[in-house]
């Protein structure tokens, strides 16, 4: 059911890995409050069904086929949006991969350089791109996707998320690093670090953990149950608002408690 909050009337915001998971929540969190969505994977046929299910609700939304690391993919995305909408106000980079599960000692070098040119590089380079579309509209607001394991190297899902874990570490120091600049231009930029949430990447990248009695105990104790996509959505909802208008630089963690279990 629509929100009819109308927080992002008149907004464009683009969303990349938007077609499940946190990112197509976050999109249809965004279109609920009236933002016009952009939306954005590496596949046509998830791109075509994503829109087709916000347009369903109401929500103005296209989409294009989008792989964050290539740079003329982000090129198409960003004017796809400017020529379908007028221009870009919000951004909620997303997308990400982890091709290495295990120990960080045995990622090869090719995974540990597809892991940083898509969870680092591309997102620097698609804030730096999207700037100047933001500059033409007075201003605006970025999120990125962190995650909780960045926080808790040594626990039992950042085994399989090692490099992973250290690449979105180095992503919110990047979001930290870009603050002051992206201030000069009049946007705010931060990110969220989700915890265990129940999504298709996160039962993906940790085969044999699932949401059972002993994880739940472990490592949702304070909440006892995952996060939902939604959750997420909500938060970055809320980053991307003028409802915060004062917070730059940061990452909010929505975890259910997690990083507070030692």
Not at 15 to 40: P, Y
Not at 76 to 99: C, F, R, S, W
Not at 235 to 251: E, H, P, R, W
């Amino acid at each position: 059911m629509a929100l009819h909050l109308g927080r992002f009337n008149g907004k464009v915001a683009v969303c990349t890995g938007a077609t499940k998971g946190i990112g197509f929540a976050t999109a249809k969190r965004l279109g609920e409050e009236g933002a016009k969505v952009v939306v954005s994977s590496r596949k046509q046929v998830n791109v075509d069904e994503a829109v087709d299910k916000l347009k369903a609700l109401k929500i103005e939304a296209t989409g294009v086929v989008c792989h964050q690391g290539q740079s003329q993919d982000r090129k198409m995305l960003l004017e796809h949006a400017v020529k379908t909408y007028g221009g870009i106000d919000l951004l909620y980079a997303n997308a990400g991969v982890n091709p290495h599960k295990g120990s960080l000692l045995d990622v090869t070098e090719q995974q540990w350089d597809k892991t940083f040119d898509v969870n680092l590089k591309s997102v620097f380079l698609l804030i730096k791109e999207v700037l100047p579309y933001m500059e033409q509209r007075g201003g605006g607001a970025i999120v990125t996707n962190s995650t909780s394991n960045a926080y808790i190297l040594e626990s039992i899902p950042a085994s399989v998320l090692s490099v992973y874990a250290v690449s979105k570490l180095a992503q919110i120091s990047l979001v930290k690093t870009l603050a002051e600049p992206c201030a000069e231009k009049n946007i705010r930029i931060n990110a969220i670090a989700p915890g265990p949430i129940n999504t298709e990447f996160y039962h993906g990248v940790v085969p044999g953990v699932g949401f059972n009695d002993e994880f739940t105990q472990t490592y949702v104790r304070f909440l006892k149950r995952p996060g939902e996509p939604e959750e997420c959505a909500g938060v970055v909802a809320f980053l991307l608002s003028k409802d915060a208008s004062y917070i730059t630089g940061d990452c909010l963690t929505v975890c259910g408690g997690y990083t507070q279990r030692l």
